[in-house]
């Protein structure tokens, strides 16, 4: 291992030791949320354990049951640390970004934003391997339980954070970098009926404010910041800030890193 995969596990390690903790503090103050707890936190071994139980359980119904729907999870997760990795930095970006987050444990128990991000990984995994079909059920059922609609080709990074999450749209070909930070009614759409190469690109640490709409295979610099409400046509240049429909650019982004900031203030 390089020390750089080192460091990544010894961080995930710290990130579940933290989430233990948290639920069996929780579980002491809370008796009547101590079998949730226990299900959902305390009786797994390992973050991807209990990623595995509370993804197939908000997403098993009656095609494909909460136990089966596991056994796809597991397989996604078999022999790669990549998943859990990119969970801890998911986690990492709610905690760190969210002043209503106190505790690492709340992503993984009650948010939707958190919950649909790690989902699309697993279908992101299948459309890889081939399992498309799969993959599109996952889609669905993602969009149907969570309100977030991420088709399984699109590649996202990782240091993700959905705010509310609430009718967050992904079209097939949008590429989407690390550290980026979207809320809620935010679409990266397509303009049209073409087949191609057809959604935006959004680089790193960019921020993109609630009801955006990001349309085109167009390219969005790293630390832009875009306003609430924008309708964004064209490429944009680096750590600027765009707002308006059509969004229009209106100065040079206060900070380097909006997506750590998380200022909506234009």
Known sequence: MCNIEVAMVNRSAEIWERIRKEGADMAAREPMLASFLHATILNHSDLGSALVFVLANKLGGPVISPMNLRDIFEFAYQGSNELVDAACMDIEAVVSRDPAIQLYSTPLLYLKGFHAIEAYRVAHRLWQLDRRELALFLQSQISEVFNVDIHPAAVLGHGLMFDHASGIVIGETSVVGDNVSILHNVTLGGTG??????????????????????????????????????????????????????????????????????????
């Open 193 to 266: 009926k073409e087949v191609c190469d057809r959604h935006p690109k959004i680089a790193s640490d960019v921020m993109i404010g609630a009801g955006a709409k990001i349309l085109g295979n167009i390219h969005i610099g790293q630390g832009v910041k875009i306003g609430a409400g924008s309708v964004v046509l064209e490429d944009v240049p680096p750590h600027v800030t765009v707002v308006g429909v059509p969004a229009r650019i209106v100065g040079l982004c206060s900070d380097d890193h909006p997506a750590f900031d998380m200022d909506q203030r234009i």
